[in-house]
Each structure stands twice: as C-alpha cells, then as structure tokens.
C-alpha cells in the first residue's frame, strides 16, 4: 500500500509556499517553537499538544511487527514510500528526488504514553516527505537545540535513540529498493 499524506510531508504552514522545506529548515522552525518557552512544563504541554495532533494509526498497522523495541512505552511506527515526482510538484523540487525512480518516504506513528507521542510527531515531522538519502544524511540537531535530551528520563531517552534508528533503518532499506 502506498500512502501519501500532506499532512506528512509537512509543507510550509504558508499556503503560498509550495517548496517543501528541507530537513533542517524543519528542525529550525522546530527550535523556534520551543524557544518560545522558557519552563521545561510548557515544553511539556507543547509535546503533548503536538502528540494529540497526531492523526491516529488505524489498528490494523498496530502490530507486534510495528512496535518499536527499545522503547518502554508502546510505540508504532509505518514507513511507506511514495513515487518521487521526475518534475517536482507536491511541495517538491525535482532536484529533491534525485535520479528518476526515486522515492520519498512518509511515516506515520502513534504511541500509548503522551510525551512519546509528541515526541515521535516531532521525528516524523522533520524526516516525512523526504529521500531515503536525506534521511540518513540528516543531523537531528533539534533535539540537542530545544534541550529534548536531557530532559528526558534514561528511559524516555533510549526510546528516542530507538525511533530514530527504526526511522533510519526503513530509510536504508528503501534507499537500496531504488
């Protein structure tokens, strides 16, 4: 099943602006969200909040094959890769796809535990809509920049190390599909 979701791909909020945004203009935007508040419990409320915005995983992809290990909480994540558009166009440059035949992927996610949620929202908003390159080319800056690391239980934190490798790895084994 392919899927394709705006939501996903997180273009620019400007409906004037149709150039996806890049991986680190993503993370930028992210890092001024969060500079926004200086206590740590807003920081909170705003994970929160972006977690409940998460649009939720129908329960068929709620598998034992979905859940990510290493997390202490339950979290899924669905990787599905869509055809990369040769002339551009979805918020896409051509020069963002590559060679002909390339792919973008989109995640989708959900989680039981609120701040997980909101912390995988963040993953899938920065990593959405892009090559399997860009992927694991990416710095994930952000969550050094808005100070997500060390505000995180040891538990909470390895679960984001796991997200992010579990991103990483359907990045690389899309990247040799193509």
């Not at 929160?48 to 068929?60: C, R, S």
Request: one cysteine or more; aromatic letters at 8%.
């Amino acid at each position: 099943m392919v899927f394709f979701s705006l939501i996903c791909t997180f273009v620019a909020e400007n409906e004037d602006r149709k150039i996806k945004m890049s991986i680190n203009e993503i993370q930028d935007e992210i890092i001024e969200e969060f500079s926004g508040f200086d206590d740590w419990m807003d920081k909170y409320q705003l994970l929160i909040d972006l977690g409940n915005d998460l649009e939720p995983l129908d329960e068929k992809f709620k598998t034992e094959q979905n859940l990510i290990d290493g997390c202490q909480s339950r979290v899924w994540l669905v990787a599905e890769i869509s055809p990369c558009p040769s002339k551009g166009g979805e918020g896409l440059r051509a020069e963002d796809c590559g060679k002909p035949g390339s792919v973008i992927i989109n995640f989708r996610a959900e989680s039981d535990a609120l701040i997980v949620k909101g912390i995988v929202s963040l993953l899938i908003r920065v990593l959405s809509g892009h090559t399997p390159q860009e992927i694991l080319d990416a710095d994930l800056y952000f969550i050094e920049e808005i100070g997500l690391k060390e505000h995180l239980s040891p538990t909470r934190s390895n679960g984001l190390v796991a997200m992010v490798k579990q991103m990483r790895v359907y990045a690389l084994a899309f990247s040799t599909k193509q």
